[in-house]
Nanobody, 122 residues
Framework: QVQLVESGGGLVQAGGSLRLSCAASGRTFSSYAMGWFRQAPGKERDFVAAISWSGGITLYADSVKGRFTISRDNAKNTVYLQMNSLKPEDTAVYYC???????????????WGKGTLVTVSS
């Protein structure tokens, strides 16, 4: 079992930046691929970014590519999402998730955090 706790959400102006963190515990963190998903009110939970266990492979949704960067520090059991050039449409609850292999759909993830809210104002 893996426990995931997100942090770093908050209110930011459009064009600003924010860095989310996800701290993992329970199982060996470095053996899991990690991902970030987001869910806006009344919408589906959508893929944002994913990273392989080694950090050598990263994937991004088209909507965030070039603006967001996913990274991980296995020594700290932590995955990050650096969000730059934020837009109001980025407003959502952001969830950290773990999987045995890289996945881009919620059903492909095995463990989830409880989320952290990011609000981007115009």
């Amino acid at each position: 079992q893996v426990q995931l706790v997100e942090s770093g959400g908050g209110l930011v102006q459009a064009g600003g930046s924010l860095r989310l963190s996800c701290a993992a515990s329970g199982r060996t963190f470095s053996s899991y691929a990690m991902g970030w998903f987001r869910q806006a009110p009344g919408k589906e939970r959508d893929f944002v970014a994913a990273i392989s266990w080694s950090g050598g492979i990263t994937l991004y949704a088209d909507s965030v590519k070039g603006r967001f960067t996913i990274s991980r520090d296995n020594a700290k059991n932590t995955v990050y999402l650096q969000m730059n050039s934020l837009k109001p449409e980025d407003t959502a609850v952001y969830y950290c998730a773990a999987s045995q292999g890289v996945a881009t759909i919620p059903g492909g993830m095995d463990y989830w955090g409880k989320g952290t809210l990011v609000t981007v104002s115009s």
